[in-house]
């Protein structure tokens, strides 16, 4: 993967899998029309139930390999303990300035997991900073300049929320299945193990993500679809071209 290329989309989220749980048919549909895709995962998920951040890592390598990213990085941030601080302000906006996405997808702006929340407000956060070029950051590669993304998008994890706007992704379902499999640590794969049991599991869970994909599909009257929340409004050029 090229360490140095410019992004059509970052995706920037919390845990490795987050992406993969909640955004992963929108990514690979943009891949599938030609967009450079990325992810920053913030961190290792070290603090997880199950697993350890050395699995989670090779299991991030195979569902990168299955989404078909062209890049994936780890801000090393502490997991459980994401804040929107300077300190780690200034730990994420050089990758932001890196590769310099046109768009941004974040965490859920309100979730289960307070991560999750934390992350939204964060990138956020970060994106901005990054467009001030009185700010001044230091890289490896000498991408240091302001950049400032077009837009950041937040996706809808495990709780509700009311979509502002749905992508169809029937025609890409099947591999974000596969790369939320990719997890086998984290999720039910069919086979019983010994490891604990946690809210996302058990087979039930699995089978809330199809109905929630159902669910925001039939919002847009598809079969399968991700839905994501914005704060401000989405610009259009073409009034026609809306579904």
């Not at 809808?156 to 499999?181: C, H, M, N």
């Amino acid at each position: 993967m090229d360490q140095s290329l410019k992004l059509d989309i970052l995706a920037i989220v919390a845990h490795p899998d987050d992406l993969e749980l909640a955004g992963s048919g929108t990514v690979v549909k943009a891949i599938r029309a030609g967009k450079k895709v990325g992810i920053l995962d913030l961190t290792r998920g070290e603090m997880s139930t199950r697993g350890t951040a050395e699995i989670r890592a090779a299991e991030a390598a195979r569902a990168t390999e299955i989404m078909g990213l062209h890049v994936r990085e780890n801000a090393e941030l502490p997991d459980g303990f994401i804040a929107d601080t300077r300190e780690q302000q200034l730990a994420i906006i050089p990758f932001i300035r890196k590769y310099r996405p046109d768009i941004v997808i974040a965490n859920a702006l309100e979730d289960r997991h307070p991560d999750h929340g934390a992350a939204a407000a964060l990138t956020a956060r970060a994106c901005f900073l990054s467009g001030l070029s009185a700010l001044k950051t230091e890289s490896s590669d000498g991408s240091n300049s302001a950049w400032r993304p077009r837009a950041v998008y937040h996706m809808i994890q495990d709780r509700y929320l009311k979509p502002d706007f749905v992508v169809d992704i029937s025609d890409t379902w099947g591999t974000k299945l596969e790369a939320i499999r990719a997890f086998s640590s984290q999720f039910f794969t069919g086979e019983k193990d010994d490891q604990p049991q946690t809210p996302i599991s058990t087979p039930d869970f699995m089978k809330f993500l199809e109905a929630r994909a159902r669910e925001m599909g039939r919002l847009i009257f598809v079969e399968y679809g991700e839905g994501f929340n914005v704060q401000r409004p989405v610009g259009v050029n073409d009034i026609t071209a809306l579904t």
